[in-house]
């Protein structure tokens, strides 16, 4: 079956530093959604992008913040300069079509990111 | 995507009993529904979705019913087993968004 995959699955960085945490997408698909998880809190949205643009972001998702798709197979998150707050799993996700949300079938494993 | 959360509801059943986890949604406007299961160190697994058409939709050994006047959505699941073990996460989408909205999640632990 096809999966999303993600790396570093875990990342330690200092406060104050750019992180750049990688996805690779499910080969077809045209969509891909940034999600994170604090501990023991909900899964949230950060940001959508299709067509190398974004397509829809959250409150979280400020100008610390940028995606890419530096090419055909990889979807990146920067982080510019990290926050302890910033600490979180972050899941890739992707799907062939947006259908607005529906059916996000593909999760990555997620990438755990500690700020020091 | 460890969802460790003292304050997770916990739901414990014993093997081969059904479980009933439920999720109250805040957004009348949202139309799509998705139940999630998050093992340990993993993300999110899609389960079954339902949208506001509807008010039941089957899978294999799950059922998820969806009441819009009460804004309350359940995942039932039969003769849980081990596997099931997880947390559990319903997640809302509304119109033309992309995002989705996860509510807070429950823990389900099947005893042997």
């Known amino acids: 079956e096809p999966e999303v995959t993600q790396t570093p699955s875990h990342q330690v960085t200092q406060m104050g530093q750019e992180v750049i945490l990688r996805c690779v997408p499910i080969?077809?698909?045209?969509?891909f959604y940034w999600y994170r998880q604090i501990l023991g809190q909900k899964v949230e949205f950060l940001v959508s992008f299709y067509n190398n643009e974004i397509s829809e972001k959250s409150e979280i998702f400020d100008d610390q913040f940028s995606v890419e798709r530096p090419d055909g197979s990889n979807f990146t998150l920067k982080i510019r300069s990290t926050k302890l707050e910033d600490s979180a799993m972050y899941f890739c996700?992707?799907?062939?079509?947006?259908?607005?949300?529906?059916?996000?079938?593909?999760f990555g494993p997620g990438t755990r990111l500690t700020v020091l | 995507g460890e969802s460790v959360g003292l304050h997770l509801p916990t739901l414990s059943v014993q093997e081969g009993d059904n479980s009933i986890i439920n999720c109250a949604y805040s957004n009348s406007a949202s139309d799509y529904f998705i139940w999630y299961k998050q093992e340990s160190g993993k993300g999110p697994q899609f389960i079954i979705d339902i949208r506001s058409n509807m008010d039941k939709r089957q899978g294999q050994r799950v059922t998820v019913l969806l009441n819009k006047t009460v804004k309350h959505l359940s995942l039932q699941i039969a003769a849980t087993q081990p596997g099931d073990s997880a947390v559990y996460f319903c997640a809302e989408n509304t119109g033309t968004a992309s995002k989705l909205t996860f509510g807070t999640g429950t823990r389900l632990q099947v005893t042997l």
């Open positions: 996700a992707s799907s062939e079509a947006q259908s607005m949300g529906r059916g996000l079938k593909f």
């Open positions: 080969s077809n698909h045209l969509y």
